[in-house]
């Protein structure tokens, strides 16, 4: 099992840093380093700036204005940006649909849909959770009924990341109620101005509305933006969801706050026990380089698999962790909100409490973690 990088791939790292100097601005690189939450308009100014470079899309294969790069020089590269202060890319177009949408749409809808997703002119949200179908996501009950050249859909999404900044989503919904559950599917893009959508922000505990219900009255949706066939959109779900789970391992983003954390440690007075922490979390750091290494290096043209759950539960549980110790570090100035009146809050730590708070929600979002650890139970332990 390789642990470590060769020359070649240590001077590919170095390439895009030095990138990353040239080219980041420096009102976003100090939003990255103090942890301040970017809006759309940040990440599709950032997305632009990539794309320029024929960057914004390094997973997709070259046709589509993607780089031609093995799975584990993407995983370099993406990792790179965040260590030199880069923004990270929460587009689920670029993510999710793209690989999708390539894998199993039409050219049509390749030509209409993918450019203005790599440039990041266009946003979609996953409107996959409703109220009561979460992780058991086959249990969805929006429907979907063929009228003509329409899909007329009616019900209720949840959780529906930047749904109030996208202008598209994709949605699975079911178009044939007495199929087996998995079985009456289909995977629908819908355009959020169509009559009918209606947008509705949660206020979460961290204060953002990054999370949104939407609800779907008689809404119209062409046949032709149908993906693949009619009641087979839980096979594209599961295409989608090793990607979703392996992004949410975030691995590269940990790394970016476990480097704040450190650059803070070394400006303040810190107890011992707070650095034997801080140690076991860069412990498991390293550990879960070694996964992704020999996950890339092993099966380098496999799409994710048990191992995105694997990475799923131990990334989330890392992440959350450092979070933790941001918080421990910083003591009660840590308390105080970005958003907060009254007197002037530390830079560097405004931030902290906001990003604490919305760091719990990543072991339950794109499947708990529960029912992911049944995931590896089911397809690596055979149990």
Not at 55 to 73: D, H, K, Q
Not at 111 to 134: C, N, V
Not at 177 to 194: E, V, W, Y
Request: net charge neutral; proline share 5%; with cysteine.
């Amino acid at each position: 099992m390789r642990l470590t990088l060769n020359q070649d791939e240590l001077d590919f790292r170095a390439m895009v840093d030095a990138w990353v100097q040239r080219n980041l601005p420096d009102d976003l690189r100090e939003m990255v380093r103090v942890g301040e939450h970017l809006t759309r308009k940040e990440f599709s100014r950032w997305c632009r700036i990539l794309d320029a470079n024929g960057w914004s899309v390094p997973a997709w294969p070259t046709e589509y204005g993607g780089t031609g790069w093995s799975p584990l020089r993407r995983h370099l590269f993406e990792e790179q940006l965040l260590l030199s202060g880069a923004p990270r890319n929460t587009a689920a177009g670029i993510a999710m649909l793209g690989p999708i949408l390539i894998a199993f749409g039409t050219q049509e809808q390749k030509d209409r849909y993918l450019p203005p997703i790599r440039r990041g002119e266009t946003y979609w949200a996953q409107g996959f959770s409703e109220p009561g179908s979460g992780s058991d996501l086959a249990t969805l009950r929006t429907s979907a009924v063929r009228d003509g050249a329409h899909f007329v859909v009616n019900g209720h999404k949840i959780w529906t990341s930047y749904a109030q900044s996208s202008e598209m989503m994709f949605a699975l919904v079911r178009t044939n109620p007495d199929a087996k559950p998995q079985s009456g599917i289909s995977f629908l893009l819908i355009d959020m101005a169509s009559p009918g959508v209606k947008v509705r922000p949660i206020r979460m505990v961290d204060g953002g509305t990054d999370l949104n219900e939407v609800f779907l009255d008689d809404v119209r949706v062409p046949v032709e933006n149908l993906i693949g066939e009619v009641d087979r959109g839980w096979d594209y779900a599961k295409h989608l969801l090793g990607f979703e789970r392996t992004g949410i391992a975030g691995v590269a983003a940990t790394k970016q706050q476990f480097a704040r954390l450190k650059r803070l440690m070394e400006a303040r007075s810190v107890s011992d026990a707070l650095r034997r922490k801080a140690a076991r979390a860069e412990i498991d750091l390293l550990a879960m380089d070694a996964l992704i290494l020999r996950t890339l290096t092993e099966n380098p043209a496999s799409r994710p698999g048990p191992e995105a759950s694997m990475l799923k539960i131990q990334g989330t549980r890392v992440r959350q962790n450092v979070q933790r110790l941001l918080m421990e570090l910083a003591g009660v100035e840590g308390l105080r909100h970005a958003e907060d009146p009254g007197e002037a809050v530390d830079r560097d730590l405004q931030w902290l409490a906001a990003n604490y708070l919305d760091s719990r929600k990543v072991s339950i979002y794109g499947g708990t973690n529960e029912i992911q650890a049944n995931v590896v139970a089911k397809a690596v332990l055979g149990l």
